[in-house]
């Protein structure tokens, strides 16, 4: 089984910067992708970036410009900077990862989620 562990969320003020991370573990063979989905109260879960195993990256709409994601091969870990933080960012972050373990092909594992608030 895989868990990942998200940290780095909490309450920042408008125009701040902060950084997510996940980290993955478990008996994992390989990565497809790993990427970052949020969702506020009353909407939909949205895409927020990816990144593949071949580092292509691709991000959503509202944060282009603003956000980045990296990935730590080593550590098993993604990251997500975000910048210019805006009120409408606030939601649940959750981290995603495609990964194949030793008992199964590629199959879909989330984090339990970590709060996100841009407030004065």
């Known amino acids: 089984q895989v868990q990942l562990v998200e940290s780095g969320g909490g309450l920042v003020q408008p125009g701040g910067s902060l950084r997510l991370s996940c980290e993955a573990s478990g008996s994992i063979l390989g990565f497809n992708a790993m990427g970052w989905y949020r969702q506020a109260p009353g909407k939909e879960r949205e895409l927020v970036a990816t990144?593949?195993?071949?580092?292509?990256?691709n991000y959503g709409d509202s944060v282009k410009g603003r956000f980045t994601i990296s990935r730590d091969n080593a550590k098993n870990t993604v990251y997500l900077q975000m910048n210019s933080l805006k009120p409408e960012d606030t939601a649940v972050y959750s981290c995603k990862a495609r990964a194949r373990t030793r008992w199964e092909n590629y199959d879909d594992y989330w984090g339990q989620g970590t709060q996100v608030t841009v407030s004065s």
């Open positions: 990144i593949t195993s071949d580092g292509r990256t």
